[in-house]
């Protein structure tokens, strides 16, 4: 196995982080989006790109909710999510078997 | 919050290299479960302390006497300082780890917080109708020593369990089975078995805490 087999999509150090930072909720759980910024530690801008990436593949789900005058947007890991990260982690430790770490 | 690098912005990996992912992987997965963790590793070793003082101070004041009588003043004024310590540091670590968190789970803890609150209530009001039924000595003693712990416990560990919480259901039915036990040590001496007994139990899931929270997903 190659380091190109791993998914594309979850191999780019920002989107592992938010999938990564996701996947530690229960299944189910939601976490708002200015959470998840704080945590990672990226501009509205870059992490709106990289869920825009990540909601096309239906990796995550977001919802916005109107709480009064304030607009909360909140973020989960899908199940088809937690599946790729899985396949990505078994990946990542079959590349990494043979190797001295 | 120590970050690693973002090498790219909205791109692809570039020369993200597998042992670097496997790194940042472990390393964002342990600072989420820190972060998302309601009774962190130092809040249950401050608890082990907090039982072992309050309940073994409370063994050192009341044994010996015949007839069995309570405890110094002094002694009581630092158990409720620790108490109020202890309530205040797990809301705030309950507060910090559910901020911003939504969903099913979610809900379930808080319903199950409700559910221990009311557990607590019940299980410490029941000495007022102990203390007008003019109850003996040694069952003035040894109510307050086991009984709250040993219902509360029980309670906790079938809620949830039912919540599949795994671990918290295994530390408080050992709660509960230490409550059970040290009824058998007297008015005086279960006071010191709790002491012990609790203290074990808070060390012992600091120590769970602390290996779960440093556990790789790719190394372990």
């Known amino acids: 196995m190659t380091s190109g087999e791993l998914d594309p999509l979850i191999h780019v150090p920002t989107r592992l982080k938010i999938v990564a930072t996701l996947a530690a909720l229960p299944d189910g759980d939601a976490l708002s989006f200015t959470r998840l910024q704080d945590m990672i530690g990226l501009t509205p801008g870059n992490l709106i790109i990289h869920l825009r990436k990540l909601e096309d593949a239906d990796y995550i789900s977001s919802e916005k909710t109107r709480n009064g005058a304030v607009s909360i947007t909140t973020v989960a890991l899908t199940g088809h999510g937690r599946a790729a990260l899985g396949t990505y982690t078994r990946a990542l430790r079959d590349l990494l078997g043979g190797l001295p770490i | ?220």
């Open chain 2, 1 to 220: 919050m120590n970050h690693t690098p973002d090498t790219t912005t909205a791109g692809n990996g570039g020369n993200f290299d597998p042992q670097q992912a496997a790194a940042l992987l472990d390393q964002t997965t342990r600072q989420a479960r820190r972060t998302f963790t309601p009774g962190p590793p130092l809040l249950w070793a401050f608890r082990a302390v907090f039982v072992l003082v309050a309940f073994g101070g409370y063994w050192l004041s009341v044994r010996g006497r015949d007839p069995y009588s309570a405890p110094s003043g002094g002694l009581l004024a630092v158990i409720f300082v620790l108490v109020a310590i202890n309530i205040g540091w797990s809301t705030w670590a309950l507060k910090r780890a559910g901020a911003g968190v939504s969903g099913p789970a979610q809900r379930k803890r808080q319903a199950w917080l409700a559910v221990m609150l009311v557990a607590w209530i019940v299980a410490y009001a029941f000495t007022v109708p102990l203390y007008h039924a003019t109850a003996t000595h040694p069952v003035w003693a040894l109510y307050p020593a086991n009984a709250p712990l040993m219902i509360v416990g029980l309670v906790a560990a079938a809620t949830a369990a039912l919540r599949r919480d795994w671990p918290m259901a295994g530390t408080t039915l050992a709660i509960a089975i230490v409550a059970a036990v040290a009824a058998f040590g007297g008015p005086a001496g279960a006071w010191l078995i709790m002491g012990i007994g609790l203290c074990a139990v808070c060390l012992g899931t600091a120590a769970f805490k602390v290996w779960q929270q440093r556990r790789g997903v790719v190394r372990p």
